[in-house]
């Protein structure tokens, strides 16, 4: 059963609310000239986030102010503290003002909550970025909510960000936000996989998560899954798990390339960042990096596959269980014996070592195929390769190669040669 704690959680949201002030001068006079006269834009401003939780860690978020058109005059942007108990300086930095400059069209601020070892109480700060006296401009203003995060020597944070892979756009070009694209759990389990949860933080940004005093000493695993995703778009994320103990762990980040995709995505899937030892107040915090898709090999037993090799034949493999034995056969039937050129007289069903945690196998060399060309028996081929089944997509796809003992077929990893995919999916 999932439990929640919340009791050494503090925290606050600091509004950041974003007013905005704009200075304009009178119209330029030039004797004997046509006269100027600025126009009346509208003022935007964009947050880099709209909420976020945070700890005193050096993090940095803008926000971004953006006329519709140029002015003749500097645009000048106030910025103030109007509320909270948080200390300008020693807490956080924040740009007294922003300034667009005559002739462009935005400028960018920013505040920064200070990193420090101090353990203090909840603390609170309000930011407004100018006032309700905006001139020439139609204002349309904007928040930034914080939660700030009190943690005492005696808890650790940890941070999930994510990042997609490959640059990503909309339909008007402008790059995806990766917490758009992606809504993923951060998880506090007791197994290596999300299937004990001890914890969880599911916000509708980055995620922030506190293993606190309170919690039994153990082995955890920090885990990160779908909570949402967009599964039109075949994406790779990158993530990166941070974590914070106020005078003792300070800088200690884990960044896992491609860990999740978005096309296996089912309830099933995670991602194991990082194992936690606790022992009182000693945490001891190792990095992982184990991707977690579990399969039911019994729900395969008996089956066909129909799909398509790397060279475009089709294909059927079947797939069994001899005991505890996952079993394979009918991989490249049609290529060996329509684009090679060889009848099959024989194949021997071959061995499949699958890792039932992930789904990921892998076959080592072994006698498949006998064969004969132009009427004479060829020496036997044996295969070998990886791949994995995916239980959310329905796929098995299997990366192999063909080796005949004696013959050199030129095939040295660039070269053409006897590798291939099979891509194949289970229809009922």
């Not at 020439?136 to 941070?159: G, Q």
């Not at 980055?206 to 778009?233: I, K, Q, R």
């Not at 077929?409 to 995919?421: H, K, L, V, Y």
């Amino acid at each position: 059963m999932t439990t929640k704690n919340y009791k050494s959680i503090f925290s606050f949201v600091a509004a950041l609310t974003i007013g905005l002030f704009m200075v304009s001068c009178d119209q330029e006079e030039n004797t004997g000239f046509a006269t100027l006269n600025p126009t009346s834009p509208t003022l935007s401003v964009a947050t880099e986030v709209s909420s976020a939780t945070f700890i005193e860690n050096d993090q940095v978020y803008t926000f971004t102010a953006t006329l519709s058109a140029t002015q003749l005059v500097d645009v000048k942007l106030f910025i103030s503290q109007i509320g909270g108990d948080a200390t300008p300086g020693s807490d956080y930095t924040v740009d007294g003002t922003i300034v667009i400059p005559a002739g462009a069209l935005s400028a960018t601020g920013e505040i920064k909550v200070l990193a420090d070892e101090l353990i203090e109480e909840t603390e609170t700060v309000t930011i407004q970025v100018g006032d309700n006296q905006t001139a020439n401009a139609s204002t349309a203003t904007a928040t930034m909510e914080f939660t700030i995060l009190n943690y005492t020597a005696s808890d650790v944070a940890i941070d999930l960000s994510w990042a997609i892979t490959q640059t990503t756009t909309d339909q008007s070009g402008v790059e995806v936000d990766p917490t758009d694209f992606a809504d993923l759990r951060l998880l506090l389990t007791e197994s290596a996989d999300n299937s004990q949860v001890w914890d969880d933080a599911d916000g509708s940004g980055f995620e922030t998560l506190v293993v606190n005093s309170d919690t039994p000493d153990g082995t955890y695993y920090v885990v990160a899954d779908f909570y949402d995703v967009n599964d039109d778009l075949d994406r790779d994320l990158d993530l990166s798990v941070s974590f914070y103990q106020a005078g003792v762990i300070t800088d200690m980040t884990f960044n896992y390339g491609a860990a999740l995709n978005s096309m296996s995505n089912c309830e099933s899937v995670s991602f194991v960042m990082a194992q936690i030892v606790k022992v009182g107040e000693v945490y001891t915090v190792t990095p992982v990096g184990e991707f977690k898709r579990p399969v039911d090999l019994e729900n395969y037993e008996g089956d066909y596959w129909y799909g398509a090799d790397s060279w475009d034949y089709d294909t059927q493999v079947e797939t069994w269980l001899d005991e505890d034995t996952f079993m394979m056969d009918g991989v490249g039937f049609e290529w060996m014996e329509d684009a090679w050129g060889e009848p099959i007289i024989t194949s021997h069903p071959f061995i499949v070592d699958v890792d039932w945690s992930t789904g990921n196998f892998v076959v080592e060399e072994q006698l498949y195929l006998e064969t004969t060309y132009e009427g004479e028996a060829e020496p036997p081929y044996y295969i070998s390769g990886s791949g994995y089944i995916d239980d959310c997509t329905g796929y098995l796809v299997f990366n192999y190669r063909y080796e005949q003992p004696g013959y050199d077929w030129g095939f040295d990893g660039t070269a053409w040669g006897p590798a291939f995919q099979e891509r194949v999916i289970l229809e009922d």
